[in-house]
């Protein structure tokens, strides 16, 4: 199973749109998963258009963006849980709040956003996985989400690249 991963895609903004790279790689995966910051209803209705959609809103999404999509969500996707959260809050690192989010549901994957920095860690037996932002890149070099190869276990990658088009 293979699984596209995005977050903080803050869409509308400027002249940037879902970059053709990204469009590609959502119309071939099997599900697409975004960990918040859409932004506005019609940037989440252009994400269903590439297939089977799964996401949770973030800190800065419009209220009709919230009545669709939970604040957390736990997918259970060939014989493995997945945690995924925006991961805004206060005090703590995002790693620590996202983590004590889904700690009694010990989940094999964390996937979160917010701070729009990619990150592949593991704490304790838990994988905690930011796609960082397709659209909206900070203090990093290049944009970038991730992917998710669902076997016998869980590979997960980030893609960067450096220009929207």
Not at 65 to 92: A, D, M, Q
């Amino acid at each position: 199973m293979e699984i596209v991963v995005v977050a903080d895609t803050h869409l509308p903004k400027g002249n940037r749109e879902i970059p053709g790279k990204l469009k590609k790689e959502m119309k071939k995966a099997d599900l697409v998963i975004h960990a918040g910051d859409w932004q506005t209803i019609d940037v989440y209705e252009q994400f269903r258009e590439f297939g089977e959609l799964a996401g949770v809103y973030g800190n800065i999404d419009h209220d009709e963006i919230k009545e669709v999509v939970p604040r957390r969500e736990l997918l259970h996707i060939k014989g493995f849980t997945i945690g995924v959260v925006h991961g805004h809050g206060e005090k703590k690192t995002t790693e620590k709040r996202v983590y004590e989010e889904f700690a009694e549901d010990e989940p094999d994957v964390i996937i979160f956003g917010h701070s729009h920095l990619p990150l592949l860690r593991f704490m304790k037996k838990t994988m905690l996985f930011n796609p960082g932002s397709a659209t909206d890149k900070r203090r990093v070099p290049y944009y970038s989400y991730g992917k998710l190869t669902i076997q016998n276990q869980i590979h997960a990658e980030h893609v960067f690249y450096s220009s929207l088009r």
